[in-house]
């Protein structure tokens, strides 16, 4: 009963009693107040679980160093090593390297049946006829342009051996001595050289092959390594001038081998451009083709093969100056040392900020949909036609929602933290406090502002997700880049 003698009841006994009454309505609710705040809990708990189920298949033998009973004492005991000599090519990236070995500088050659013919699209008539790929003998070809034509038809003509030099007490060097290449696609790592370990053959460029002549040779990188069997099958190589690096642009765009289906595949082995090349000066620019990656998202390294192509060049011309005795060695290449390393996959980075975006707005439909909940019950009114004030009624739903907002926040935090999402271990936490302070408040009025758009929980609650959703992408995926942009106005 209202005392008439008082007037309508003061903003702090409205505001104490509406707590009272939220706690109560809060407390019967405690269940969901409960799930919504271990919702982070629960997120880096599945982290954590996927993160040690990755980790454990990472850990299986054949994602790490190879390893191999060896009877070292000669006792038919054997020990467990672990080394680069027992790994392959996929397991080699994880050992302990001390003294990476040396292997031969190779150049990237296409397989045969993609090598450069001639074809209606590429108006060239020095290209082989396409016979050639029937037969598997298509030659290597290599385009050379340049400010003199002379001049670039003499170092072409320095860049293939007419013969396979092997030496056979240094097998290694003759490989580097000569101009082998292989069609295996290059590793990240260059460790152990896929070529040698594929079972691709080797090609040595010549400038002539006799008929199907092929060498085969056995290499050792060094004492500790195994020996290795190569087949080296002789490609005739192919210098063609071209008038302009123009023309030679085009000519490699048309050959280019994914894409439009109808256009015949040429590929070619390198270009060289010697520019204004002199007596007195070398100036060039090669091609080389980077894109040798394939479906299986094998990582694109071409560059590993770029180092002879370079050394072709500036053996050709120095023997252009000094005569065919003088020769410029690329005897090896060699990566370097390296300690034992593990493989590993963070899921957390793997799953990017877009998520932890999502993670932390998802409040903004649970507090609309809170909102218009109070509205379309009536209660509002309700407490509205008891005397309850404006003022009270906001201040205590934004408390509420501040308080909820902020044990989320800190829930994500502490357990993000304690499983080392870097997230929130990398950054210092004074300024996340600030920053999650100030966008839990934002958020918060937000939901306010939306909630007199709505009357209906249930469109509420579709349209918050919605905006959960589409701020995300929007903002990872255009926003982003017109903020990091140098262009945007930084004042
Ligand atoms: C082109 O190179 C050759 C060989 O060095 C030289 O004799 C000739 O003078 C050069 N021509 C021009 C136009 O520079
Ligand atoms: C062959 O290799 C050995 C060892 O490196 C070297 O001493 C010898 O001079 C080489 N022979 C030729 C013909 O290059
Ligand atoms: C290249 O230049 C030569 C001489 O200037 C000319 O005869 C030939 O037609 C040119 N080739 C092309 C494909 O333009
Ligand atoms: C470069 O390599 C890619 C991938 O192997 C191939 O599709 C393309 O045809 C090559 N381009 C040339 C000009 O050889
Ligand atoms: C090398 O060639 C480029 C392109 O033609 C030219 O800009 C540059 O000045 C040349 N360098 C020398 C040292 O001649
Ligand atoms: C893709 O790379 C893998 C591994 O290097 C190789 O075995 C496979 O043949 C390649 N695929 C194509 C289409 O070249």
Same mark, same amino acid.
């Given at each position: 009963?209202?005392?008439?003698?008082?007037?309508?009841?003061?903003?702090?006994?409205?505001?104490?009693?509406?707590?009272?009454?939220?706690?109560?309505?809060?407390?019967?609710?405690?269940?969901?107040?409960?799930?919504?705040?271990?919702?982070?809990?629960?997120?880096?708990?599945?982290?954590?679980?996927?993160?040690?189920?990755?980790?454990?298949?990472?850990?299986?033998?054949?994602?790490?160093?190879?390893?191999?009973?060896?009877?070292?004492?000669?006792?038919?005991?054997?020990?467990?090593?672990?080394?680069?000599?027992?790994?392959?090519?996929?397991?080699?990236?994880?050992?302990?390297?001390?003294?990476?070995?040396?292997?031969?500088?190779?150049?990237?050659?296409?397989?045969?049946?993609?090598?450069?013919?001639?074809?209606?699209?590429?108006?060239?008539?020095?290209?082989?006829?396409?016979?050639?790929?029937?037969?598997?003998?298509?030659?290597?070809?290599?385009?050379?342009?340049?400010?003199?034509?002379?001049?670039?038809?003499?170092?072409?003509?320095?860049?293939?051996?007419?013969?396979?030099?092997?030496?056979?007490?240094?097998?290694?060097?003759?490989?580097?001595?000569?101009?082998?290449?292989?069609?295996?696609?290059?590793?990240?790592?260059?460790?152990?050289?896929?070529?040698?370990?594929?079972?691709?053959?080797?090609?040595?460029?010549?400038?002539?092959?006799?008929?199907?002549?092929?060498?085969?040779?056995?290499?050792?990188?060094?004492?500790?390594?195994?020996?290795?069997?190569?087949?080296?099958?002789?490609?005739?190589?192919?210098?063609?001038?071209?008038?302009?690096?123009?023309?030679?642009?085009?000519?490699?765009?048309?050959?280019?081998?994914?894409?439009?289906?109808?256009?015949?595949?040429?590929?070619?082995?390198?270009?060289?451009?010697?520019?204004?090349?002199?007596?007195?000066?070398?100036?060039?620019?090669?091609?080389?083709?980077?894109?040798?990656?394939?479906?299986?998202?094998?990582?694109?390294?071409?560059?590993?093969?770029?180092?002879?192509?370079?050394?072709?060049?500036?053996?050709?011309?120095?023997?252009?100056?000094?005569?065919?005795?003088?020769?410029?060695?690329?005897?090896?290449?060699?990566?370097?040392?390296?300690?034992?390393?593990?493989?590993?996959?963070?899921?957390?980075? %793997?799953? !990017?900020? +877009? /998520?932890?975006?999502? =993670?932390?707005?998802?409040? *903004? &439909?649970?507090?609309?949909?809170?909102?218009?909940?109070?509205?379309?019950?009536?209660?509002?009114?309700?407490?509205?036609?008891?005397?309850?004030?404006?003022?009270?009624?906001?201040?205590?739903?934004?408390?509420?929602?501040?308080?909820?907002?902020?044990?989320?926040?800190?829930?994500?935090?502490?357990?993000?933290?304690?499983?080392?999402?870097?997230?929130?271990?990398?950054?210092?936490?004074?300024?996340?406090?600030?920053?999650?302070?100030?966008?839990?408040?934002?958020?918060?009025?937000?939901?306010?502002?939306?909630?007199?758009?709505?009357?209906?929980?249930?469109?509420?609650?579709?349209?918050?997700?919605?905006?959960?959703?589409?701020?995300?992408? %929007?903002? !990872?995926? +255009? /926003?982003?880049?017109? =903020?990091?942009?140098?262009? *945007? &106005?930084?004042?």
């Amino acid at each position: 009963m209202a005392d008439p003698s008082h007037g309508p009841a003061s903003f702090g006994t409205q505001a104490n009693a509406l707590l009272r009454k939220n706690l109560t309505f809060q407390k019967r609710n405690i269940k969901t107040n409960i799930r919504l705040i271990s919702f982070p809990f629960i997120l880096c708990l599945l982290l954590v679980l996927l993160q040690s189920l990755v980790n454990n298949e990472l850990d299986k033998p054949k994602n790490n160093c190879g390893c191999q009973c060896v009877d070292t004492n000669g006792g038919g005991q054997c020990q467990k090593q672990c080394g680069i000599q027992y790994s392959t090519v996929d397991q080699v990236g994880t050992c302990p390297i001390e003294s990476p070995p040396k292997w031969p500088p190779l150049m990237q050659v296409p397989a045969p049946q993609y090598r450069a013919v001639r074809s209606d699209s590429v108006p060239f008539m020095d290209l082989p006829d396409d016979s050639c790929r029937t037969a598997g003998s298509c030659p290597a070809t290599m385009l050379f342009t340049g400010s003199n034509q002379s001049l670039g038809e003499i170092l072409a003509g320095n860049m293939f051996p007419s013969s396979f030099a092997l030496n056979s007490s240094d097998v290694f060097s003759s490989l580097s001595n000569n101009l082998v290449g292989s069609s295996s696609w290059p590793e990240l790592q260059n460790f152990l050289e896929p070529a040698l370990f594929s079972d691709l053959p080797l090609y040595n460029i010549q400038r002539q092959c006799s008929l199907n002549s092929t060498v085969s040779v056995t290499i050792q990188a060094s004492s500790d390594m195994p020996q290795v069997n190569l087949e080296l099958s002789c490609v005739r190589g192919l210098n063609l001038w071209r008038n302009s690096s123009a023309a030679v642009n085009d000519e490699l765009y048309k050959g280019y081998r994914k894409g439009n289906p109808d256009r015949k595949i040429n590929e070619i082995v390198a270009a060289y451009d010697f520019l204004n090349t002199d007596d007195n000066n070398f100036n060039a620019s090669i091609w080389f083709n980077s894109t040798y990656e394939n479906d299986s998202g094998n990582n694109p390294m071409a560059l590993l093969r770029v180092p002879r192509s370079v050394n072709l060049a500036s053996n050709a011309y120095l023997q252009f100056l000094r005569g065919s005795d003088t020769k410029i060695l690329l005897e090896f290449v060699k990566e370097m040392p390296k300690p034992q390393t593990k493989l590993r996959l963070d899921i957390s980075s %793997l799953l !990017g900020t +877009l /998520f932890f975006t999502w =993670v932390i707005i998802q409040l *903004f &439909p649970v507090i609309l949909s809170a909102l218009v909940y109070e509205k379309q019950q009536k209660l509002r009114i309700m407490m509205k036609m008891h005397g309850l004030g404006d003022g009270p009624y906001w201040l205590i739903s934004y408390a509420y929602f501040l308080t909820i907002s902020a044990l989320y926040m800190l829930c994500f935090v502490i357990f993000g933290s304690v499983i080392g999402l870097k997230f929130f271990t990398l950054n210092d936490y004074s300024i996340q406090f600030v920053f999650y302070l100030i966008y839990i408040n934002l958020q918060i009025a937000l939901a306010f502002l939306a909630a007199a758009f709505f009357s209906n929980v249930k469109t509420a609650t579709v349209v918050g997700y919605i905006v959960v959703f589409g701020t995300g992408l %929007l903002g !990872g995926f +255009l /926003f982003q880049f017109f =903020v990091q942009d140098a262009s *945007f &106005p930084s004042k």
